[in-house]
């Protein structure tokens, strides 16, 4: 008779003592529990009869069964408590899974580390870029006004953070017109001084592009180190009105960059020949043997400015009658003489019948005569010692956010911030250098009263070629530039006495004065009246 045996199931360890997680990793592999129970069966060869093949069926069944609810119990865990929540499981990971994401893993801090890399390369080429870390700056100079080094050193000083632009014009009428252009007419050139954030302007112009608001005021400027450093001169004479006048509680308008004076050249082998004293002063323009051999400038502020110095007055006479010996009768007749001893009265072209010895004298501005005299030989370039005029070119703001247009970009909402650094720049003492070394007509404004006179001893010792003049370093002496003048805004006095004067050389036939200077002179009457027009608007 079979004996039916059946072996104890098999005891399970575990070496991780949650064996629920190993379980559910069991399963989630997709191998089922083994749950069969296997059946050793001792037989003397004998079949089994229905009724012992039924029982071992049942038996089996029984024992699969009970396995089963066993293993139900192991996969559902007894339902928690109603007071404390059970810890939840760590999360769960296929075998298969946890070996695919360390791959993972190590593949994505690779592939991290190339982006980062191609990432800081990236950055790097950035940064190279001139325009990555640029600021624009751009000015309109006069040509022959700004020196070549300055450029240089403030493009070193500033590195590659400054995007410079400067551009030049050939005169400051040029610069003049294309800042009033387009307001007059509204079309604007991207290209145009009025696009600027800063450009070259004369003293003869800043009353009249203030009056018109052509200019803006210099933000800052009192409370600025360069403001601070000038004399009490550049002050008075910087400190504007809305109208253009001098104000002493008015605002900046205005920084000085350059300046110069009038002088006097004359060719000393023709004075020489006809036993001529030097030059010295302006009464020597009225000496006889003189006539027909002088040039000027055809501007009318320094013809009756000579004329106003000769006779012991100031350029800046507001009243001729009140502040003049003779009143204007007086200043017309020494007018009259001065217009006989003048053969060209051309602000272009004085200096080409200097240098071709058609004149022998020559007055106008030491920005003009100095460079031409220095090509010259016997020549000698005097400031009167009775004093002179003095010009200056200035650095303004163009008022473009006065503009209603999108063809200049940003510059319609201010300037570039670099406006103050290139200011502060150019008056520094170090600028003072091109000036001092006489490589560009004109002065520093720090040397306006403080001349130079012992690094000009200096500059004598270094064996080049000196000119025969009174400047010293393209200074006047102290005892001169003290007599020197700053020429203000005409007052509607002045104008009238100027304009009585110029109506009177027409009445004399024998005067062609008027033709000569019939292009300034209505260049200063249109701008003059207006001004007068536009302050009653």
């Known amino acids: 008779m079979p004996v039916l045996s059946f072996p104890a199931l098999p005891v399970l ?3 991780n003592p949650n064996p629920t997680r190993i379980r559910i990793r069991a399963y ?56 404390i929540s059970p810890a939840s499981p760590p999360p769960l990971v296929h075998p298969q899974e946890t070996l695919d994401t360390d791959n993972n893993v190590g593949e994505s801090e690779e592939v991290e580390n190339i982006e980062d890399e191609d990432l800081k390369s990236e950055f790097e080429r950035w940064k190279t870029k001139s325009y990555a870390l640029t600021v624009p700056l751009r000015i309109v100079a006069l040509e022959g006004s700004l020196p070549t080094v300055w450029v240089r050193e403030f493009l070193k000083s500033q590195g590659k953070r400054v995007q410079f632009r400067p551009a030049f014009r050939r005169s400051l009428r040029d610069i003049f017109n294309e800042l009033s252009n387009p307001i007059k007419n509204g079309k604007i050139n991207p290209k145009s001084a009025v696009a600027a954030d800063l450009v070259t302007l004369g003293d003869s112009w800043l009353n009249f592009a203030i009056d018109k608001r052509l200019i803006e005021p210099i933000e800052g400027a009192e409370d ?73 400038v055809d501007s009318p502020r320094e013809i009756v400015g000579a004329v106003l110095k000769y006779m012991g007055a100031s350029y800046n006479t507001t009243n001729i009658d009140a502040q003049v010996v003779g009143g204007k009768n007086a200043v017309l007749q020494q007018l009259e003489l001065l217009v006989q001893q003048v053969r060209v009265f051309d602000t272009q072209h004085y200096l080409k019948a200097f240098r071709a010895g ?30 002179a005029s003095l010009w200056a070119d200035f650095w303004v703001v163009p008022a473009a956010s006065r503009l209603v247009t999108d ?19 150019c008056l520094q003492p170090e600028r003072a250098s091109p000036f001092k070394e006489e490589t560009i007509s004109g002065a520093s404004p720090i040397s306006l009263e403080a001349p130079f006179e012992e690094e000009h001893k200096e500059h004598k010792k ?23 003048e700053l020429l203000e805004p005409l007052s509607e006095d002045a104008f009238s006495d100027y304009q009585w004067l110029i109506s009177s050389l027409q009445k004399k036939p024998s005067h062609n004065i008027v033709n000569r200077l019939s292009f300034p002179m209505y260049s200063l009457f249109t701008t003059f009246w207006s001004k007068m027009q536009f302050k009653t608007e």
């Open 224 to 296: 600025q180190d360069w403001f601070r450093d000038l004399s009490h001169k550049w002050k008075v004479y910087l400190r504007r009105s809305t109208e253009g006048n001098l104000d002493s509680q008015g605002i900046i308008w205005a920084v000085p960059y350059r300046w110069g004076s009038m002088v006097i050249a004359y060719n000393k082998k023709e004075f020489q020949k006809h036993n001529l004293a030097p030059i010295e002063d302006w009464s020597d323009l009225w000496h006889p043997k003189l006539a027909g051999k002088i040039s000027m």
């Open 28 to 83: 989630g592999n997709h191998q089922p529990a083994d749950l069969s129970i296997r059946i050793a069966a001792v037989s003397n060869n004998n079949s089994c009869s229905p009724a012992a093949d039924f029982l071992r069926r049942l038996s089996v069944s029984s024992v699969a069964i009970i396995g089963l609810g066993v293993s139900s119990l192991w996969a559902f865990p007894p339902p928690s408590s109603a007071g």
């Open 13 to 15: 360890t575990y070496s």
């Open 358 to 387: 058609d004149v022998w004298v020559a007055v106008g501005w030491s920005s003009d005569v100095l460079p031409v005299a220095k090509t010259m030989s016997n020549v000698s370039v005097i400031v009167p010692k009775s004093g």
């Open 407 to 425: 063809q200049i970009g940003g510059r319609i909402r201010g300037p570039s911030p670099l406006v103050q650094q290139w200011v502060d720049f």
């Open 462 to 484: 270094k064996g080049r070629p000196n000119l025969d003049t009174n400047l010293v370093c393209n200074v006047p002496p102290s005892e001169i530039l003290s007599k020197c």
